[in-house]
């Protein structure tokens, strides 16, 4: 049969117009048409985009349903997402008329059963947390992934970003002879010398994390306000279906969840110091709507799909724009509306103008009397801040902004940062000849 102009088996196809899939996304089609040759592929798109049935199509479009031996062996990085990939993939696989064997492994089951149950017979698909599959094929030698025709590996940043490095380079060497395909919202440079090891002969499929029209984009200035005063202004004005508000680090996750369940709201919490059982709760009570509203940091919230996401709240800016985008992408899914508000001071000019260059178009709003109305926005202020080099930068973390403020503050901040700036300059310069002496 054939769906959006591909040739592909039936039972696929059905599975496909079961989930009411239209045509392919973008980067569906980028990996379908790089099928083609033998070259291992790198795939680089946001959250949403459909990068799991990029590399689940493939697989069962060349799976031998008769042949009872590991096809394919996918890698990721949590328990969380790796059930989600085996939802999926079970999906596809029921409408097939032959039985199809996968399996899910990914900690916290009977070691020596599933041992058993391997010497007695292999899955055709394979599916777990590096830890785990390590285990199964490497420690234990059970589990025979060395016949794999596909290794993948779905977000691959995440997955050293939680310490699977050593595992995932163990596992890569015994699968060294299938055909590698590697995906991933960002492309972290602590993981490049990994993908240089072993992804020889690639194709790089890199689908621009544009903003979706879908997505509207709302960014309010702090303008000295306490933040989380301004969190709070804006919860009382919004009536999310469900939120996700992000903060970088865990401490402060922990402080919003204690602040505003304080305030009456019913907020859960996802950050890393979660047992993997803790995680599950979080994740059942938020699909469950006993949450309303659920606080995150990006990695603890990273693979982690949770459906009618309607409001996403940037506590804090990611320190990469890139993660922005993929905090963007929790909403607006499924062809439903979604919106972005970002908290942002003065000192983040300079991220929001790498933001406005990946084609982000926002809409400026500001508190006044607790009221959000429109604000004509930072790039009309004739006395904006905003840094120009790396020692304006640092000067200015030093220049606390003040919570009250007096006429001509502004310029006055902007006098200190500058003359501090040109101190740190002037030391730099200095340290630097002593050390060329």
């Known amino acids: 049969m054939v769906f959006d102009g591909l040739e592909l088996k039936d039972y696929i196809v059905r599975a496909l117009k079961d989930l009411r899939f239209e045509s392919f996304t973008e980067v569906q089609k980028a990996v379908f048409n790089k099928m083609t040759s033998e070259k291992n592929i790198l795939a680089k798109s946001k959250t949403g985009s459909g990068k799991t049935h990029a590399f689940l199509i493939p697989i069962f479009q060349d799976l031998e349903e008769k042949v009872n031996k590991v096809q394919a062996t996918i890698v990721a990085p949590t328990k969380e997402l790796a059930m989600q990939i085996y939802k999926m993939a079970q999906h596809i696989a029921s409408f097939s008329p032959d039985r199809i064997d996968i399996k899910l492994y990914s900690g916290g089951t009977d070691r020596l059963k599933e041992v058993d149950k391997l010497e007695l017979n292999q899955p055709q698909i394979v599916i777990g947390t590096p830890g785990k599959i390590k285990d199964l094929s490497i420690t234990t030698n059970a589990l025979k992934i060395y016949t794999s025709k596909y290794f993948i590996v779905d977000e691959v940043d995440m997955t050293f970003e939680n310490g699977f490095q050593e595992d995932l380079d163990s596992i890569t060497e015994v699968v ?59 919860l009382k004005t919004i009536q999310p279906y469900l939120c996700i508000i992000f903060a970088n680090k865990k401490e402060t996750v922990i402080e919003l969840q204690g602040k505003l369940a304080a305030e009456g709201y019913f907020v859960g919490a996802m950050h890393g110091d979660l047992t993997p059982r803790e995680r599950k709760r979080v994740l059942n009570d938020c699909k469950a709507l006993k949450y309303q509203y659920l606080v995150a940091t990006d990695l603890a919230a990273r693979g982690i799909d949770i459906e009618g996401v309607s ?18 992408g929790r909403t607006g899914r499924m062809h439903k509306d979604g919106i972005v508000y970002s908290l942002y001071e003065d000192i983040d000019d300079e991220y929001l ?51 009250k403020v007096k006429p001509g503050y502004k310029k006055k901040r902007q006098a200190q ?19 060329n002496r």
């Open 176 to 234: 060294k002879d299938a055909r590698c395909m590697f995906f991933s919202a960002t492309i972290a440079e602590k993981i490049l010398p990994y993908l240089k090891k072993y992804m020889t002969n690639v194709e790089f499929v890199d689908i621009n994390n544009t903003n979706d029209q879908k997505i509207e984009h709302i960014w309010i200035p702090l303008k000295h306000k306490e933040r989380f005063d301004v969190l709070s202004m804006l």
């Open 311 to 328: 409001h996403i709240i940037n506590y804090e800016l990611p320190k990469d724009y890139e993660f922005y985008l993929h905090r963007s």
């Open 353 to 403: 103008d790498s933001l406005n260059k990946k084609k982000i178009k926002p809409s400026y709003y500001e508190f006044k009397q607790e009221e959000l109305v429109p604000y004509k926005g930072r790039n009309t202020r004739a006395d904006r801040i905003k840094p120009k080099t790396d020692y304006q930068k640092e000067a200015a973390k030093y220049i606390p902004e003040a919570k």
């Open 417 to 435: 940062i500058d003359d501090l700036a040109s101190r740190l300059k002037r030391n730099d310069q200095k340290k630097k000849k002593r050390e």
